[in-house]
């Protein structure tokens, strides 16, 4: 067998992989009810100009008699409180932050201040400014973390907006490199993954974990509080919540490159892990399809095998297949110049976001 089709041969059984995680991947149910007492926690940073669907959308909720909403504002100056009491008056609690102490990221400390002034629940659900629930959402979240036994559940959104060609990159990628019910079962944080826009957290478990003060220097403070969950006990796991919330991450390409600038370079633990990832994937899902002019059974067959990963990918979590699968590999070497891209202003200290510079106090990295 030749070096082509054995590469060939590992495309397809990272496609059955996607397909098999795909029919297992876990969904809130639709129209759940809870009696826990639950928080909801959205920290907001000049987000004046797009906050105001996602707190309808908390205003909204049904099935949890006992939510509380806290919204922090955590150092605007585009008058994103003003637009939170115009739109939400006394029904959420806004608290004013404060800046982040020496070590701390911005959105770590923020959630941490949150976290803090949601003592007496029994649930934090962490939202993001830019996502849009359903009004049966946190009931469904919080009902499957509870049938689940799971101490932090990730429900991820449907991704909408700018960035068609790179943002289904991210459920692709976790569908298909990651064994979702082995991450479930293992003890082992080096085993996780998490997406910070809707995050469902039992409390007691939270603060077990360290809450995010355990992820004060984490630039991915998502999947760091996964693994600070595992190091203590805790299971996670992620699930399609593409149903029951959007999440409208960036408006235009420049957004998208930036967004990915502050935190690609620590998605792989190191430059070198960074290196190996792109270079794989450009292996596999570029050059393999690009042999078909003189391997042309071996290239169209790899090619039509990324596409699949990409169409099982959009099925699964209620994204667009076509023609967006078809641009696979483009989609490929865009992800890695934008990696390349995050690892060179990390490298050169040009990293910040939403007016804060981003010291690299800590790299993350997969814990042993």
Not at 179 to 196: I, Q, V
Request: net charge positive; proline share 6%; charged share 20%.
């Amino acid at each position: 067998m030749t070096v082509a089709w054995v590469l060939v041969v590992v495309v397809a059984l990272l496609t059955a992989h996607t397909a098999v995680n795909a029919l297992l991947l876990r969904r809130p149910g639709r129209g759940a009810t809870t009696a826990e007492r639950v928080a909801v926690l959205l920290p907001l940073r000049d987000e004046a100009g797009r906050v105001t669907p996602c707190l309808r959308s908390l205003l909204a909720q049904e099935g949890v008699p006992d939510l509380t909403i806290h919204v922090l504002d955590d150092g605007s100056t585009d008058g994103t409180a003003d637009v939170v009491r115009e739109v939400a008056g006394d029904r959420v609690r806004l608290h004013a932050g404060t800046p982040p102490p020496p070590g701390w990221l911005g959105k770590p400390h923020a959630c941490h201040l949150l976290g803090a002034y949601a003592d007496d629940a029994d649930v934090l659900v962490f939202v993001d400014a830019d996502v849009v629930l359903e009004p049966d959402a946190v009931a469904g979240a919080v009902a499957l973390a509870r049938e689940t036994g799971v101490t932090l559940l990730s429900p991820y959104p449907r991704i909408v907006g700018s960035g068609r060609l790179v943002q289904p990159l991210l459920q692709w990628s976790w569908l298909t490199f990651l064994p979702l019910r082995a991450m479930e079962r293992s003890p082992r944080p080096s085993l996780a993954a998490a997406g910070g826009q809707w995050l469902v957290v039992d409390r007691r478990g939270y603060q077990r974990a360290g809450g995010h003060a355990a992820v004060r220097d984490e630039i991915l403070e998502d999947i760091a509080l996964a693994r600070a969950v595992k190091r203590t006990g805790g299971r996670i796991a992620l699930a399609d919540g593409s149903r029951l919330a959007t999440c409208r991450m960036y408006d235009s390409w420049r957004e998208l490159a930036d967004g990915y600038a502050k935190s690609l370079w620590a998605s792989f633990g190191s430059t070198a892990g960074a290196v190996a990832v792109v270079s794989l994937l450009v292996l596999l899902y570029v050059v393999l399809p690009l042999t078909a002019p003189v391997l042309p059974l071996a290239g169209l067959l790899a090619y039509l095998l990324g596409v699949a990963g990409r169409v099982l990918t959009a099925r699964a979590t209620g994204g667009r297949a076509l023609p967006d699968a078809l641009a696979h590999p483009v989609s490929v070497v865009l992800f890695g110049y934008l990696i390349a891209r995050s690892v060179h202003r990390r490298r050169t200290g040009r990293l910040s976001w939403r007016g804060r510079s981003l010291p690299v106090m800590h790299r993350s990295s997969a814990d042993e």
